[in-house]
């Protein structure tokens, strides 16, 4: 399946059903009076969260989405049925946009999460509705109110746990298929990995979810290489774990680098808890590991694992640290979300 993180696409809501014109005609009944039943509310678009999806590739071959209109008043005060709401199915990580892409209008994060795309639009009312003392017989029934149609963006950020993040050809993807069953692209070239990847890690019987974004060059802020379109999905990890390809040459630089395109991107990332690993030790001579571990230490300023993602080296030790962050970090997102919610 082909990943898309963006897709464009238009709605519809549906137009209320028209109210009825009608009097009552009976035979023994003298006088009858209007009976024109009011319409239908047309149906809702609503974007809902659902399980099994991981891209918005399904956007590609459907772009429009038109509900169905109220149906129209009746005599006899029969009023028009409401319309069903159409539903929009999206991944978990979803963001709705307007059309200038400036304005996220929704925020679905969660399985069952649901938000109103476009409102339906009510129904007309029939004459029974403006009967009155004085006004016995009405002869207004007024069509039903259309619905609201737009374009709108959706955007995928991936929700993971830990995004992996480096420079190009630094082991990522050799890394997560090394600790998960996922199975991206390898191979000994730079950008084999063109989209985002997600797998699920387990660590001490507890798991949790890690995304191999795309590598970074320098300038990728302006474009560069793939550019930093997908550091989006790096937004909702909660950790970074930072790989540096062992066997180059200036690690500091390399380090800095991508450093530099978090800081460029903006929107936290460089704020976020990280871990720093020297990748590809098993093709480091042993004496040399502790020297390039000391001068990334001194780049980086905090510790750096050392680690294979082809032999194991240092992976185990690494993924406790990783998961005891991602510990760390939930608890703290959930006291926060504590003391908001009981804040006097």
């Known amino acids: 399946m082909k990943f898309l993180d963006e897709a464009k696409i238009y709605v519809k809501s549906g137009d209320g059903g028209a109210g009825c014109l009608s009097f009552r005609r009976e035979k023994y009944i003298e006088f009858g009076g209007p009976d024109g039943g009011n319409g239908g ?17 399904d956007f590609r071959y459907r772009q429009h989405f038109k509900a169905k209109r109220g149906d129209h008043g009746r005599g006899r005060d029969k009023t028009g049925a409401t319309a069903g709401r159409l539903v929009v199915p999206v991944p978990v990580g979803t963001q709705v946009l307007d059309a200038d892409k400036q304005l996220v209008l929704a925020d679905l994060t969660r399985v069952g999460q649901s938000a109103l795309l476009a409102k339906g639009g009510d129904g007309g009312f029939g004459n029974a509705h403006y009967k009155s003392s004085t006004n016995r017989a009405p002869r ?5 109110w259309p619905g609201e149609e737009h374009w709108l963006w959706l955007r995928l950020k991936l929700i993971a746990d830990a995004g992996l993040v480096g ?4 082991g990522k993807s050799t890394f997560l298929a090394a600790v998960s069953r996922a199975r991206p692209k390898v191979a000994d070239y730079p950008f084999t990995t063109l989209h985002p990847v997600l797998g699920v890690v387990e660590a001490d019987h507890e798991a949790f979810v890690m995304a191999d974004i795309p ?32 066997t180059g040459e200036a690690l500091g630089e390399a380090y800095r680098t991508v450093r ?3 800081a460029a991107y903006g929107h936290g990332l460089a704020d976020k808890p990280e871990l720093v690993a020297l990748n590809k030790a098993d093709a ?27 032999t194991g080296l240092g992976v185990r030790e690494l993924l406790r640290r990783l998961k005891a962050e991602i510990a ?17």
């Open 167 to 170: 420079l190009p050809n630094a």
């Open 140 to 144: 207004r029934a007024d069509p039903g």
């Open 328 to 344: 760390a970090r939930d608890s703290g997102v959930n006291e926060a979300e504590t003391a908001e919610v009981f804040e006097p």
């Open 215 to 246: 590598g970074l060059i320098e300038g990728a802020h302006a474009g560069a290489g793939l550019g930093d379109r997908f550091l989006g999905h790096v937004e909702r990890c909660g950790v970074l774990l930072h790989l540096v390809d062992g």
């Open 41 to 57: 509310r047309g149906g809702d678009v609503v974007a809902e969260v659902v399980e099994g999806l991981n891209t918005l590739i």
């Open 284 to 310: 480091i001579a042993p004496e040399e590991i502790e020297e390039k571990r000391a001068d990334l230490a001194k780049a980086a300023g905090k510790e750096v694992f050392a680690l294979s993602g082809a």
């Open 260 to 262: 530099g395109e978090l």
